[in-house]
DNA sequence: AACTAGATTGACAGCGTTGTCAGCCTGACG
DNA sequence: CGTCAGGCTGACAACGCTGTCAATCTAGTT
């Protein structure tokens, strides 16, 4: 009653096990007819490669690893976008018949680097898929490169790369975020910027300078306020703005965290959002979803992304490998409950 | 240039494979000389153990799978929850040697036993670990039983399990919770269950009656409202206890979601949290953390539970299989600013 | 000194696949 | 009818490690 092996399949079939492992791997010149009898007896036996050994004799592991911000100490990535992230990677891995390994980073834990070597000496995968904000760090970056693993980079920070990487549109999108409230008829969008060492947090910024200017309405500074990615930093953001003579109709954050705060200080305030203040967000983050009101917000597609990453992994052995560049994969409005038509003066 | 093997590590030591296979897995009965003089070729040459030839030759494949309800589809665990048993599960994974594999299972899915099926046959885990809900699904956990894979389920529903299991004290922590707020003055503390299709909705509510014991407040049933873990059906239960003539001061919910929705009926009515009302949820999911204000809540301990799970796959190669029944792990009270004392009465 | 149990070590046969390469068979072509 | 390219198939050697078992060594005993 053990597990059947290659063996007992090509006895079954009466052909040579080369052939039952031709069948498997759907490698080409086979009989039709052979290739229907291997089949049968494979379904008759209900047999199953061994993956070590296959693993083994094809110097290949299966095995695919996710890389991305230790949640537990970057403050970076809610549980939500891991989970998002790992969904999408996951069905490309199983496309490939792979397996995901999940390997989350603190890169601030100076043996982060051996630690990356140790992962790649132990499990041999074939390939890589390294998340934001990690994708823009060279000493995470490295060990893959040194050891000639594949890899690929989710949002890289850079336009120009020279490999394949896939990333999102942010600027496009919070163009159209920002014209989506000028078209509910806000002339006054403010927007509150983040952490600027992110990458995607200048993007944002140009992406509403971007919509402004479609809209036909004057860009100006003082619309524009910092904030530090936190909720926190959204309302202490939202009650400058909400403080001055002529105040905004509508808020863009660079984040949800920070749009959160912005509703909360409203609530403060006494200001109804969305009634006379629309608030907007960005990333969809759990938070997102549950605030109240909801969160209007740019919903990131995360799980294509790794998908889309996963599966480049494995382009090159399909045929050619996939070109050099990034990417881009549209990020979409969720419209929800914290944006309206803008309020009527009175 | 090639990666050293075995081989060249035995040569190098002047001693046989075996020898060296024996010193890299911590084998007895090897002189203390050799064994340096092994170690210091392994390190010498940077020698790795290659993990498909070491899998082959020992029937075990290093890998455990970890279970739990996919969060596209269910509503059961958020990201953040996910992320914790994972976290937990990776540590001690990593402490046995082995790597993790996720799995996220939709039990709707009638596919979901064969795909079951197909892990354990492309996989042959070393161990799994299942998570609630999961954990109390037959049809999940059939095929591991079929199969003889090693598994310890998380949390499983009833008291009387024939294999060792690990869960948390829900009903003593939620008798804490209780008492907590009745040490707090509150004197009319409501209760809303959820779904009780989860067992642990019946425990926590039975908790509360404990706490109320302990607390020598008598138990009223008009003071449990029904829930169905929704954030909507937190603040319509919650509604209804504060129309009330006797309206409670503090409200203590069977998870998050629902303790968010009495917050935001709270704010709806114009009853300040915590000062007029003071709200205690269960789970201490991401939304708990970011609330306005953030909620008072139980912390399971699930990364530590994870933890122990996959600790006990292995504990049975290290001496005697862990003794059935369920490892308790206690959770802990997280206060955070939704509960407060008593108002004094005007 | 002979003897023995137990510690230490090594030779060797797998583990279940895939890669290589040679051989056979078939049909097209001259 | 002979030749040849190319499709199809199988024999066999890896792949790098562990398990088994026999051989050797050591120290304690008599």
Redesign the pocket.
Known sequence: M?????????YLA?????????V??R?????????RRVESAIVQLN????I?????????SHLVVLIYDDPGTGETPDGGTIVRLQQGALRACHQAGCELLIHPCDVRDKRARPTLQALIERTRPDGVVIAAPLSNIATVIRPFADAEVPYVRLSPGTKSVSEYAVGTDDRAVAAKMTQYLANLGHQEIAFISGHDQHRAVVNRLRGYRDGLANAGIAYRETRVVAGDNTIRSGAAAAERLLARKKIPTAIFAANDEMAVGVIQAANRLGIVVPKQLSVAGFDDSTLARFSSPSLTTVRQPLAQMAECAVAALFADSDGQRPPPGINVIPATLKIRDSTGPVPTVN
């Open positions: 053990t597990k059947p092996t290659i063996d007992d399949v090509a009466g052909v040579s096990i080369k052939t039952v492992s031709r498997v791997n490698e080409p010149n086979v009989r039709d007819v052979t290739r047999y199953r490669p061994n070590s050994a296959r693993n083994l004799a094809s110097h290949r």
